[in-house]
Every structure is written in structure tokens, then in C-alpha cells.
């Protein structure tokens, strides 16, 4: 019915497929070997063994063909495995006699890790014990008019896509009318929901639909497709993916109970369930002061402690661009701004053969350049609340500048100090910008409003810093120094003097700023 999510493979050289393709209003792909598309991850026509409109050189005929297709090239074999291992395959108008057929008898139905679904259409007295045999089941339909006639065949598959979509629309109406009652009342009907709705992709979907009670939450909290999705498993079926969504819709009007859940299983979500519930966050608008406002706070937290590599942190991003609650975008801020050891390619080995392939670096949780993501957060929803949250900054900032110069030198990597030019311009225009300048320039407009607005706690600060083996932090300092009203130019050129200043390298232009303003004006 939808013609965009049309999947035919066919081994024909001919243009009948094609010809009726053509004459859709819809734009269907069209795909020749040997240029085929990802085989877990495609729609339209693919003309596996190519098509008469193409060279014949390129046409799968000869058993050499076969050989370099499936086995030497094995550019087939890599596309049907994708299939196979994505999609329910039919076979329509194959014998056991078929090339294709019998190269894949030779391995790929039979993989002991790809456990294909396939189906095949084939006469009542054609083969189907050999056809079992290759895990292939039939769906057979009468020989008419002769040996030689399949007039039968359109009519078997008519047949068969009736059947089929009525009997989902039973079940749907079988599942609706069990879980409209509670859970519990009759021992078989719950055995069916559990061993063969919750087993399968379709039925699960329509047990999602209609299960709103609360019961039947509880009911399917001891079941194992809903179980794993609170485990770190990398073998989520597709019907736990279903359960991650309802349990998603959830988390406000059963915040407690998920919670609850998610507290007994040692606070581990899975991947799957966490980018659901992280999803449902970022789509969701909530009214600060309120209710919801402080449930959706916790959320936050929950995914900020459980997550791990593998949930999609852009879901944390639109939250953070979306967000106006100061308060929960200094916890994206935070957790964005967390450092780690990285791993890069070293350009140098060619010039440098005995040098390592790989350095190691310092980068910060996401290990990519979100420097503007940062910024952006810092000056919608930080920066323009900073009178408010000015103390936990005091508490952050340094400290995030302390670990990653500790953590970069324990590594012999490069000082982030090095890698800034100028402290007082933010370098948003420049090719060059990295996350650590997002963190130095947040640093820079913390102590710009303390100065101004909290001159003692400023100037603490400025002698907590020029104090600290971090050269960065040293150079925001002497920066801030610069801007300080209620010390004299007398004390700010002492003030360079005992800290020895004059012969500390990585400091230069901050240093002359201060002295090109401080030295001139100061008693002789």
C-alpha cells in the first residue's frame, strides 16, 4: 500500500518491474549489480543479478559470474545478507533448481548468526520437505490447467495478503478486548498476551495502544521483553523497543513507579529505553514552578547519571537549545563540559615512522567540537541568569579548567592554555574554536560580573587563581586584575611582584596588558 516502503529483489534481467515503476507518480529507486544499496537499509528494485538495460558484462549468467558475484566479489552475498538479516523475505517463482536458490543453500539461509524469516511460494507436490529443510516455510497453491501452469499464483497471493491483514485485525480486536479488563481475571488470556503478544513486533503494538490501565503496567514491569530494557544488553528485540516507547509516554503520569524500577535495577537504562525517555523530554514543554516542572528536573538528572555510551546525546542537546529553566541547562553545561581521555590519529608518522599511531588527548565527554552548542546554552539561559547562579559557577568553572590541565598533562598532552591566544576575545568567528574555549570564556564572563557587581569575592578569587599551577586559570586571573577597581595600580604592580609573574611563561599578553595600564600609573 505504501509505495515509498517497497522492497522487490529480483533475479530477472527483464524490464517488466521497471516498466510498471515507471508509470507510478511516486519515485520509486531502481538499483543494478553490481551497484546495489545497503541490504539491511533499502526500498524500491533491486536487479540483483543485473538488467538488459545494462552492459552485458555486467549480467550474472555464467558460473564464473556466480562465483565472483557470491564468492570472489561476494558484492551479492554482502547485500542479501543485509536483507536477510533486516527483513521478512518471500521467495515468489523460485524451484530448488534455481542458482540462487542453491548458492544460498550453501551457507547464507543456514548462518549461524543470521536467522532469516523467509517464506516461499511453490505447488502442493513441489518440493516443501526439501524447501523446510533450508528453515524456508511454503505457502502452497494448486497446479491448474496442466503440469506447466501457475495461473494459481496471483490468486495464492491475493489470498494470502487478505488473510494476513485480517488476521491482524482480529488479534487487534482480541488484545483491545482483554486489556480493557484488568490482568489476573483469566489465566489463559494473560498467557496469550504474554507468549504471543508481547513475542511478536505487530501484536505489541497494538497491546501499547490500549493498555492504559496501570495494572497491566505492573502486570508487564515482571515480564522479560520489558525487563532487558533496564539492562545494558545489546540484544533488544523488536518488541522491547515498542515497550521502551510506551514506558517512555509514562514518565510523568508514572514518574514514581519507573523510577522505582529504575532504582532496583542498580540505576541502568538501556541505550534503547534511554533515547525514548530522552526523546519524550525534548519534545516536551513545561511550565517552570510547577509540578511537572520538578518531575521533568529529575528526568534530567536520571539520564545525565545513566548515561553511557551508545544513547544518543543529541536528544541532551535539543534540550539544552530548547530549554529555559536556567537551572536544568547548567546541569546539560556541566555534564557537557565533564573531560576525558581521548584518542587521535598522529598526522606525523610518515615523517616520524617510530612514533605511535594513535596520541592520546584531552576532549570533553562528547569528544566532538560543540563549542557553539555550549556558548549558545551559556548566553540564552546561563549568562543572563548569572546573579542567581553565580555560586555554583564559582564551583564549576575552576574546577573544570583544574581537571583538564591535570588530566592533559598526566597524558603529555598539550596545555589548553597554549591553544588560546587572547583571553578577552572570545574566539566564536575562528575555524579554531574548541570546547575548552567555550569553558574559558564562560570563566572569563563569571569574573567580568563579580568584578562588577561583587568586588571582595572578585578579588579572592584573582589570588586563588594566580595561586593555581593551571596556567590558564593564572591568566584569566592577571585578565581580571586588569579590570579590578578597588585595587590601585600600586597594588596590582605588587601584586605581580610576589606572585612572580615577570619570568612565568604562557602569560605574556595578559601580563604586559596589566603592566602597559598598572606600571605607568603607579607612584614612582
Known sequence: KNKQKLRIVTTNFDQHFSTLIEQQEDKIE?????????????TGLVYLHGSTKQDAKKLVLTDMDFGKAYLASGWATR??????????????????????????????????IIKPKCFAFCC?????????????RTITYPLREGKLSHVALPEAINSWVDLNNKSILESDNK??????????????????????????????????????????FYWTADKDEFKILFTLSTSIKKESEYIAYWIAGKIFDNADDIISIIKKNNMTLNPILWNEIA????????????????????????????????CQIYWLMEIGEKCSNSRIVIQLFEFFTRPCVDFIQ????????????MISDVSLLNGKNEYYFLRNIWEKSINSNIADLYPRLVMLLPNRLTEIYYISRDIGGIDIGMRREIIEQSRGDSIYATDFDAIIDATRDLIDWIIVNKGPLAVELLNQWICSEVPILKRIAIYGMCKVQCINNDEKVQWVLENELLHYRGIKHELFKLLGISYSLASP
Open 175 to 216: 488484545i483491545k478486548s482483554i486489556v480493557s479488563g484488568l490482568p489476573n481475571v483469566e489465566i489463559y488470556l494473560d498467557d496469550y498476551i504474554e507468549k504471543q503478544v508481547l513475542k511478536s513486533p505487530k501484536l505489541v503494538q497494538a497491546f501499547i495502544k490500549y493498555a492504559t490501565r496501570l495494572e497491566w
Open 79 to 112: 547485500f542479501l545478507q543485509g536483507m536477510f538479516s533486516a527483513y521478512t523475505v518471500i521467495f515468489i517463482g523460485y524451484s530448488l533448481n534455481d542458482p540462487l536458490v542453491r548458492y544460498l543453500s550453501k551457507g547464507l539461509i543456514l548462518h549461524p
Open 279 to 310: 526523546d519524550k523530554l525534548a519534545a516536551t514543554a513545561i511550565m517552570k514552578n510547577t509540578q511537572l516542572d520538578i518531575i521533568y528536573n529529575t528526568w534530567i538528572e536520571i539520564l545525565l547519571r545513566t548515561y553511557i555510551p551508545g
Open 30 to 42: 531502481i538499483y543494478s549489480a553490481p551497484a546495489l544499496p545497503l541490504g539491511d537499509d533499502f
Open 346 to 357: 598522529n598526522i606525523f608518522t610518515e615523517q616520524f615512522p617510530a612514533s605511535h599511531k
Open 124 to 136: 502442493e507436490d513441489d518440493e516443501q520437505e526439501k524447501w523446510k529443510d533450508l528453515k524456508i
